[in-house]
């Protein structure tokens, strides 16, 4: 039987699980075009390997309060953590390696927009 997987990253690092586990929260699920052979290789790169980054995630929080009162400037001084990523940067860099110009360093709002 198929299962419909997802990677996504989490506290103890990326890992891929069925999507059923998500069926008690609300989503949306935007197709971006992108075909899973073209992103398989870069999407499985870093699970196990990869850790969660709450540094990151308060740094992207701040960036993204900084850009939505007219800081932007201020904003684009933020640094990122590389030693780790949150889920709108694993999807930013899966875009960004296909044909998307986007800032990998994004929160997940900014992200669907």
């Not at 953590?81 to 929160?107: K, P, Q």
Request: include cysteine.
């Amino acid at each position: 039987m198929k299962k419909l997987m997802i990677i996504e990253s989490t506290m103890g690092g990326a890992r891929l699980v069925q999507l059923s586990a998500y069926l008690y929260r609300g989503f949306t699920v935007v197709d971006l075009g992108l075909k899973w052979e073209d992103c398989s290789a870069t999407a499985f790169a870093d699970l196990g390997v990869l850790h969660y980054s709450i540094l990151n995630l308060g740094l992207i929080g701040l960036k993204s309060v900084l850009n939505r009162v007219g800081l932007k400037r201020v904003a684009n001084w933020i640094p990122k953590d590389t030693s780790g990523e949150v889920c709108s940067e694993f999807v930013a860099t899966l875009m960004d390696e296909h044909g998307y110009t986007i800032d990998s360093f994004t929160s997940p709002t900014d992200l669907y927009e």
